[in-house]
């Protein structure tokens, strides 16, 4: 169960409200407790989240006993939602702006997806409407098949939310950020809308994959089936991440996406050749020892991030780039590797 804190939050502290479409059942009727299990039809949420005053970007600042809304995330309000009040309501609140969709990846948590998720808002002072899409992870490293299968169930519920998130007025896009085994999902719902001819969702979405555990092979045939996308789908990657490591052993050494070499001239020319954008970010700073949650410090970063992609052009460039932690910017290979040698 999630429970609300009986404490008032700060003065000082940020309130961020936060929506959630799960697959995940709940574990009693009319409750916002979700478990490992599969629901039969999407549970929907509103969740008023709190962040601490002493909050340090890229961290979720955990309960340490009792709840405490001065020294840690809490969540101050909550409500389940029906299927047309949760469609409704994030329609009117988004007017002409964007909505923010995030799915994440495997062995995670109801609770640790809506924390991160709200660490990532409060980070980047996102304006637009925040969106949880949960699947049943089992929250468990022993899980990852169990995952892997909760993933595939997921497929036509997600479809179904872009889908929605399209239908509503004005001209704002709906921003997708996938991480891990969820970009997994992410691929399957698009290409799955691309076969439906759902080309007018498609054309609503700017994507990020966020270390994809996607075999590249398999990668390459959804990219096939989707096409270029209006806005170049983006990936993040770090050759160093551990946990990719262990999905290419599990899974017969098959290469993963999010470990992709943007050094590589093959990596380069497909990337522009398929209309994506490769950013290698194994330069950020984790404390993380699988070194698999970096994109989560990028939210700090995003908006001098996007100015200065802007400023260069490259905001909508396909191609393979480098993070440069210096200037928050993305930066070509040799650029940067040219830079280093001769500052």
Same mark, same amino acid.
């Given at each position: 169960?999630?429970?609300?804190?009986?404490?008032?939050?700060? !003065?000082?502290?940020?309130?961020?409200?936060?929506?959630?479409?799960?697959?995940?059942?709940?574990?009693?009727? %009319?409750?916002?407790?979700?478990?490992?299990? *599969?629901? =039969?039809?999407? +549970?929907?949420?509103?969740?008023?989240? @709190?962040?601490?005053?002493?909050?340090?970007?890229?961290?979720? !600042?955990?309960?340490? #006993? &009792?709840?405490?809304?001065?020294?840690?995330?809490?969540?101050?309000?909550?409500?389940?939602?029906? $299927?047309?009040?949760?469609? *409704?309501?994030?329609?009117?609140?988004?007017?002409?702006?964007?909505? #923010?969709?995030?799915?994440?990846?495997? +062995?995670?948590?109801?609770?640790?997806?809506?924390?991160?998720?709200?660490?990532?808002?409060?980070?980047? +002072?996102?304006? %637009?409407?925040?969106?949880?899409?949960?699947?049943?992870?089992?929250?468990?490293?022993?899980?990852?098949?169990?995952?892997?299968?909760?993933?595939?169930?997921?497929?036509?519920?997600?479809?179904?939310?872009?889908?929605?998130? &399209?239908?509503?007025? #004005?001209?704002? $896009?709906?921003?997708?950020?996938?991480?891990?085994?969820?970009?997994?999902?992410?691929? !399957?719902?698009?290409?799955?809308?691309?076969?439906?001819?759902?080309?007018?969702?498609?054309?609503?979405?700017?994507?990020?994959?966020?270390?994809?555990?996607?075999?590249? +092979?398999?990668?390459?045939?959804?990219?096939?089936?989707? #096409?270029?996308?209006? =806005?170049?789908?983006?990936?993040?990657?770090?050759?160093?991440?551990?946990?990719?490591?262990?999905? !290419?052993?599990?899974?017969?050494?098959?290469?993963?996406?999010?470990?992709?070499?943007?050094?590589?001239?093959?990596?380069?020319?497909?990337? /522009?050749?398929? %209309?994506?954008?490769?950013?290698?970010?194994?330069?950020?700073?984790?404390?993380?020892?699988?070194?698999? %949650? *970096?994109?989560?410090?990028?939210?700090?970063?995003?908006?001098?991030?996007?100015?200065?992609?802007? =400023?260069?052009?490259?905001?909508?460039?396909?191609?393979?780039?480098?993070?440069?932690?210096?200037?928050?910017?993305? =930066?070509?290979?040799? /650029?940067?590797? @040219?830079?280093?040698?001769?500052?």
């Amino acid at each position: 169960m999630l429970a609300t804190v009986s404490s008032p939050a700060p !003065e000082s502290s940020r309130q961020h409200r936060v929506y959630a479409a799960t697959t995940r059942a709940r574990a009693a009727e %009319g409750t916002n407790a979700y478990t490992a299990s *599969r629901s =039969k039809q999407m +549970n929907y949420a509103r969740f008023d989240v @709190s962040v601490p005053p002493g909050h340090v970007a890229g961290e979720i !600042e955990w309960p340490k #006993g &009792a709840l405490n809304p001065q020294t840690s995330f809490a969540i101050v309000d909550q409500r389940t939602l029906d $299927e047309r009040t949760f469609f *409704r309501t994030i329609s009117a609140q988004a007017a002409q702006g964007d909505v #923010g969709v995030f799915i994440h990846g495997y +062995n995670v948590n109801f609770q640790e997806a809506l924390y991160r998720l709200v660490q990532m808002v409060a980070d980047a +002072n996102i304006d %637009g409407v925040p969106v949880l899409f949960s699947w049943p992870s089992q929250a468990a490293i022993s899980g990852y098949v169990a995952d892997k299968e909760a993933v595939t169930y997921s497929r036509d519920d997600l479809a179904s939310l872009l889908v929605r998130l &399209a239908a509503r007025p #004005g001209s704002g $896009e709906t921003v997708v950020l996938a991480h891990s085994m969820g970009s997994w999902l992410l691929m !399957e719902a698009l290409r799955q809308l691309k076969l439906q001819g759902r080309d007018d969702v498609l054309a609503r979405l700017k994507v990020f994959l966020a270390a994809p555990d996607i075999d590249s +092979n398999v990668f390459e045939t959804q990219l096939a089936v989707i #096409g270029r996308m209006r =806005k170049p789908i983006t990936i993040f990657v770090s050759k160093d991440d551990v946990a990719l490591q262990v999905s !290419e052993l599990l899974a017969g050494d098959s290469a993963r996406v999010g470990k992709l070499d943007v050094n590589d001239p093959k990596v380069m020319d497909a990337a /522009r050749e398929k %209309g994506v954008q490769v950013i290698d970010i194994s330069a950020i700073a984790t404390d993380d020892s699988l070194k698999h %949650g *970096r994109f989560s410090a990028l939210a700090s970063m995003s908006p001098r991030l996007t100015k200065d992609s802007r =400023k260069q052009g490259l905001v909508d460039e396909a191609g393979a780039f480098v993070f440069d932690v210096a200037s928050a910017a993305i =930066k070509a290979p040799f /650029r940067l590797a @040219s830079k280093i040698v001769s500052p």
